[in-house]
């Protein structure tokens, strides 16, 4: 393996850190949750279980107890990957949304089954060392005593609260004065507390069965929404073979569909046919390639990918080199082309990734989707429920279209990448909706292909895509750069600096070729790398 470059490339607010065991995530109370973990003895999924559920009170404008989940564990041997995303309401089929044109992206007819409860329970049983009520702890604490809200968690809070106060429960719960909490003031959820502490010394049961299942399914059904008992009783997470592809060396891993993941692997393997490495990193042959090949990928994402069960061809016949090999004919390298796919949207989601001195690495994405989900909000629990039933779309046919029990497309993706030797090189991972898998492969590029540190890798400008020849670039990207994509017929917009958020929030654990961790947190973003 090639040594780690750590020149400081571009501007960077924040230092790499580096240890034997680390923890990175968006808000640095939360970080300190899983690093508590870690000194009392507990492993990286125990401290990735405590960010996870201080994040649901920390960060609820990007998760919250009623959020999806899923993750990729190295074991120190092996890779595992969990699917904890919820499926449909039995009662959803085409006819229950009949005369509409779209999905609702709010309110009750938005709720899938929330999974993130169990993949706390999941990853607890089957890789962790300490009891799930000492995780849910420093959780409880933040609820119960008030946390000081961070700038962004407290700027998103006000944007949703504006759109979301009418919504049954939500200012009960996120706005018990009227209004959205200002950066520095301290909160409180003490219903939420409660919740967590039920939830934990339950193991999960009472989420799915017992008391918090049946206040949960008394609301949504006083709102108008189909979701029953069954549907919360006969949730189930699933233990699945991530899907795959050869990079620079090593060997990038996403979970198969439902997710967009392997949309990042067909790009990847695009610019493999490309030879893409011949190419200094911040070249425009390098951006202009590489927005184009995310291009491609991102239609066929649009066309083919749903629910695993309900795909028409299988998901690893889009990733052969025969494929991708005539997909990447179809890029023209002197002109911006013009693929058919989605609009992206906005979206909703935490990040966490940590590692510790036995080996074992985590890599662990939850989300609302959209903001605070659905918006809303179940009385008395501080339990706010997604709204991933969004992702369906309500065209016969299609392999995404919205069935009983099935999972919708998600946007949510973990990463993890081994090197050469299938040895652990990275546990990476990047929020922001249809961002993650554009996310995803500006960091591998950057990472695997170029040698850059993590936190380089991190603070490097990022392009969005945004539909047709259209893409969203940073602030910070080199003038010449923006001069040479739109002489190549891209047509770029430049993000506002204010809203450099939406380039999404990276948190990456590389291991070091002598055994400890590089860590790095998203400078457009509260959070922290912690390590020791």
Same mark, same amino acid.
């Given at each position: 393996?090639?040594?780690?470059?750590?020149?400081?490339?571009?501007?960077?607010?924040?230092?790499?850190?580096?240890?034997?065991?680390? @923890?990175?995530?968006?808000?640095?109370?939360?970080?300190?949750?899983?690093?508590?973990?870690?000194?009392?003895?507990?492993?990286? @999924?125990?401290?990735?279980?405590?960010?996870?559920?201080?994040?649901?009170?920390?960060?609820?404008?990007?998760?919250?107890?009623?959020?999806?989940?899923?993750?990729? @564990?190295?074991?120190?041997?092996?890779?595992?990957?969990?699917?904890?995303?919820?499926?449909?309401?039995?009662?959803?089929?085409?006819?229950?949304?009949?005369?509409?044109?779209?999905?609702?992206?709010?309110?009750?007819?938005?709720?899938?089954?929330?999974?993130?409860?169990?993949?706390?329970?999941?990853?607890?049983?089957?890789?962790?060392?300490?009891?799930?009520?000492? &995780?849910?702890?420093?959780?409880?604490?933040?609820?119960?005593?008030?946390?000081?809200?961070?700038?962004?968690?407290?700027?998103?809070?006000?944007?949703?609260?504006?759109? &979301?106060?009418?919504?049954?429960?939500?200012?009960?719960?996120?706005?018990?004065?009227?209004?959205?909490?200002?950066?520095?003031?301290?909160?409180?959820?003490?219903?939420?507390?409660?919740? &967590?502490?039920?939830?934990?010394?339950?193991?999960?049961?009472?989420?799915?069965?017992?008391?918090?299942?049946?206040?949960?399914?008394?609301? +949504?059904?006083?709102?108008?929404?189909?979701?029953?008992?069954?549907?919360?009783?006969?949730?189930?997470?699933?233990?699945?073979?991530?899907?795959?592809?050869?990079?620079?060396?090593?060997?990038?891993?996403?979970?198969?569909?439902?997710?967009?993941?392997?949309?990042?692997?067909?790009?990847?393997? +695009?610019?493999?046919?490309?030879?893409?490495?011949?190419?200094?990193?911040?070249?425009?042959?390098?951006?202009?390639?590489?927005?184009?090949?995310?291009?491609?990928?991102?239609?066929?994402?649009?066309?083919?990918?749903?629910?695993?069960?309900?795909?028409?061809?299988?998901?690893?016949?889009?990733?052969?080199?025969?494929?991708?090999?005539?997909?990447?004919?179809?890029?023209?390298?002197?002109?911006?082309?013009?693929?058919?796919?989605?609009?992206?949207?906005?979206?909703?989601?935490?990040?966490?990734?940590?590692?510790?001195?036995?080996?074992?690495?985590?890599?662990?994405?939850?989300?609302?989707?959209?903001?605070?989900?659905?918006?809303?909000?179940?009385?008395?629990?501080?339990?706010?429920?997604?709204?991933?039933?969004?992702?369906? @779309?309500?065209?016969?046919?299609?392999?995404?279209?919205?069935?009983?029990?099935?999972?919708?497309?998600?946007?949510?993706?973990?990463?993890?990448?081994?090197?050469?030797?299938?040895?652990?090189?990275?546990?990476?991972?990047?929020?922001?909706?249809?961002?993650?898998?554009?996310?995803?492969?500006?960091?591998?590029?950057?990472?695997?292909?170029?040698?850059?540190?993590?936190?380089?890798?991190?603070?490097?400008?990022?392009?969005?895509?945004?539909?047709?020849?259209?893409?969203?670039?940073?602030?910070?990207?080199?003038?010449?750069?923006?001069?040479?994509?739109?002489?190549?017929?891209?047509?770029?917009?430049?993000?506002?600096?204010? &809203?450099?958020?939406?380039?999404?929030?990276?948190?990456?654990?590389?291991?070091?070729?002598?055994?400890?961790?590089?860590?790095?947190?998203?400078?457009?973003?509260?959070?922290?790398?912690?390590?020791?």
């Amino acid at each position: 393996m090639k040594d780690i470059d750590f020149n400081i490339a571009y501007p960077s607010y924040r230092p790499v850190m580096m240890g034997r065991n680390a @923890v990175a995530t968006s808000q640095p109370l939360a970080a300190q949750a899983g690093m508590r973990m870690l000194m009392q003895g507990g492993n990286a @999924v125990d401290a990735a279980l405590a960010t996870a559920m201080a994040l649901t009170v920390v960060e609820p404008t990007g998760c919250g107890m009623g959020s999806d989940a899923f993750a990729m @564990v190295w074991d120190g041997k092996q890779l595992h990957a969990l699917n904890a995303s919820g499926r449909a309401p039995a009662a959803w089929n085409e006819a229950y949304f009949a005369g509409r044109s779209e999905m609702p992206m709010r309110g009750y007819d938005s709720i899938t089954v929330p999974g993130a409860v169990s993949a706390w329970v999941e990853l607890a049983h089957r890789f962790g060392s300490l009891p799930l009520t000492t &995780l849910a702890q420093p959780a409880i604490d933040y609820a119960q005593q008030g946390f000081p809200v961070s700038p962004l968690v407290s700027l998103l809070w006000h944007k949703n609260l504006a759109l &979301l106060k009418d919504q049954p429960g939500f200012s009960t719960c996120f706005a018990p004065d009227g209004r959205a909490p200002r950066a520095g003031e301290c909160f409180k959820n003490p219903d939420q507390a409660r919740s &967590l502490s039920l939830i934990a010394e339950s193991n999960g049961e009472a989420f799915y069965r017992g008391e918090l299942a049946e206040k949960t399914i008394a609301f +949504i059904k006083q709102c108008g929404g189909a979701m029953t008992l069954d549907d919360l009783n006969n949730h189930r997470t699933d233990w699945v073979q991530p899907l795959s592809r050869t990079f620079a060396g090593g060997t990038v891993h996403e979970l198969p569909p439902n997710g967009q993941g392997i949309a990042m692997l067909m790009a990847l393997g +695009i610019l493999e046919q490309l030879d893409i490495g011949r190419y200094a990193p911040d070249s425009i042959e390098v951006l202009h390639l590489s927005i184009e090949a995310m291009k491609l990928a991102l239609a066929d994402l649009d066309n083919h990918i749903a629910d695993i069960d309900s795909m028409l061809l299988p998901a690893d016949s889009l990733l052969t080199d025969e494929y991708l090999r005539q997909r990447a004919a179809l890029i023209d390298p002197h002109k911006a082309g013009d693929f058919s796919y989605g609009a992206p949207r906005e979206g909703g989601t935490v990040y966490v990734t940590s590692a510790d001195s036995n080996g074992m690495m985590v890599s662990y994405i939850q989300s609302n989707y959209k903001g605070f989900g659905s918006g809303l909000v179940v009385p008395s629990t501080g339990i706010s429920l997604q709204n991933r039933g969004a992702g369906f @779309v309500l065209k016969t046919g299609h392999p995404n279209c919205v069935a009983p029990n099935k999972r919708p497309l998600h946007t949510i993706i973990p990463a993890f990448a081994l090197d050469g030797s299938g040895q652990p090189l990275m546990s990476f991972g990047l929020t922001g909706g249809p961002m993650q898998a554009q996310g995803h492969l500006q960091i591998a590029l950057r990472v695997m292909q170029y040698k850059q540190n993590p936190q380089a890798a991190i603070d490097a400008p990022r392009w969005r895509i945004i539909g047709g020849r259209r893409v969203m670039v940073e602030h910070t990207l080199d003038r010449n750069l923006l001069t040479a994509l739109r002489a190549l017929g891209h047509q770029v917009e430049i993000e506002d600096v204010q &809203l450099n958020h939406l380039f999404g929030g990276c948190q990456i654990i590389q291991r070091h070729p002598q055994g400890h961790y590089v860590a790095a947190s998203e400078s457009r973003k509260d959070g922290q790398a912690l390590v020791f």
